[in-house]
């Protein structure tokens, strides 16, 4: 019988993905661990060889996905979350933002997350919570059209799934989280990990509520700022 509950984690090697993995584990989840980073992964799964597995993906690769459904470890449990973590943020003047760098945004926020939903629900044999990590920028954000138009795209791909799953055990939620201390922000602000914005673990407790919670409750777009970060800086929408 099966006895692992599995959390499928992308991006886990990222600031938010690394501030979850430990908190799944204190509940009781088995992690499933996603990156591109095939090093960083190894590192982690030799630290706590019992507790996770870990899977190298790119979550914009059909196939690779698919394949890690195949594999003999997922054989021990059931899906019981999906987290997409995975993300990518490119920002240039839209006049000069290269095809390049608009594919890659589109194919790890938009897609990796549609694909990695996709290859989960046959495996959610008990039912599920699939959680998508949105953002405040998906009301756009000046020199952020790829990520603003990634963002927004998975409110219309959330809404069409949850209508599509209603009356089943399949709950897709969206949370869309504000400035979170990590390289990203700073790359956007130099001094945004200094001003007060959203902490990892600010993010992983609502995420933790959201799968934890029973599964007659749904969530429409779950919003949280950095007050007051957040609502001065100057990419706000």
């Not at 945004?105 to 046959?122: E, V, W």
Request: charged share 20%.
């Amino acid at each position: 019988m099966a006895s692992k509950r599995f959390v499928v984690v992308s991006g886990a090697t990222g600031t938010l993905g690394t501030a979850l993995y430990e908190r799944l584990i204190e509940q009781g989840y088995h992690p499933i661990l996603l990156s591109r980073d095939a090093q960083a992964l190894q590192k982690i799964k030799s630290s706590r060889p019992d507790v996770l597995d870990i899977f190298s993906c790119d979550v914009g690769n059909t196939g690779r996905v698919a394949e890690l459904f195949e594999q003999s470890f997922m054989k021990e449990g059931v899906v019981a979350g999906v987290v997409a973590c995975a993300g990518v943020l490119r920002m240039g003047a839209s006049s000069a933002f290269s095809e390049q760098d608009w594919d890659a945004t589109i194919r790890t926020n938009l897609s990796g997350t549609f694909i990695l939903f996709q290859k989960a629900i046959p495996h959610m044999l008990q039912g599920g919570t699939l959680i998508a990590i949105g953002s405040r920028w998906a009301n756009g954000a000046k020199t952020a059209s790829a990520y603003a138009a990634s963002k927004s795209a998975l409110r219309g791909m959330i809404s069409s799934m949850q209508k599509e799953y209603a009356g089943t055990a399949i709950r897709p939620v969206l949370l869309s989280p504000g400035s979170i201390a990590s390289p990203m922000a700073g790359s956007v602000n130099d001094s945004a990990n200094e001003a007060g914005i959203l902490m990892p673990d600010d993010v992983v407790d609502t995420i933790l509520h959201i799968l934890l919670s029973p599964q007659r409750v749904i969530f429409n777009e779950i919003t949280m700022l950095a007050y007051n970060y957040d609502l001065t800086d100057e990419y706000r929408a």
